[in-house]
Nanobody, 118 residues
């Protein structure tokens, strides 16, 4: 069993930055692909970024390519999403997920809200 806890969300202005963290508990964390997803009420959930077990594989949605960076620190059992040049359309609830394969979907966190004002 793996538990995920997101943090780092908040409110920023257009062009600002935030760093989200996804902290995991459980000894099998290093075996899992971890990813970030986001969802706006009334819209489908969107995969934002994911990272392989050793960080050698990364994926980014076109909408965030060049602005967001996903990294992981296995010693801290934490995955980070550095978000720069934020836009109002980045406003959403951001969720962390982990799974055996990328994109992951077996374990989910509770989410952290990101709001970008224009």
């Amino acid at each position: 069993q793996l538990q995920l806890v997101e943090s780092g969300g908040g409110s920023v202005e257009t062009g600002g930055s935030l760093r989200l963290s996804c902290a995991a508990s459980g000894n099998t964390y290093t075996r899992y692909c971890v990813g970030w997803f986001r969802q706006v009420p009334g819209k489908e959930r969107e995969g934002v970024a994911s990272i392989g077990t050793d960080g050698g594989y990364t994926y980014y949605a076109d909408s965030v390519q060049g602005r967001f960076t996903i990294t992981r620190d296995n010693s801290r059992k934490t995955v980070y999403l550095q978000m720069n040049s934020l836009k109002p359309e980045d406003t959403a609830m951001y969720y962390c997920a982990a799974g055996t394969y990328c994109p992951p979907g077996r374990y989910w966190g509770q989410g952290t809200q990101v709001t970008v004002s224009s």
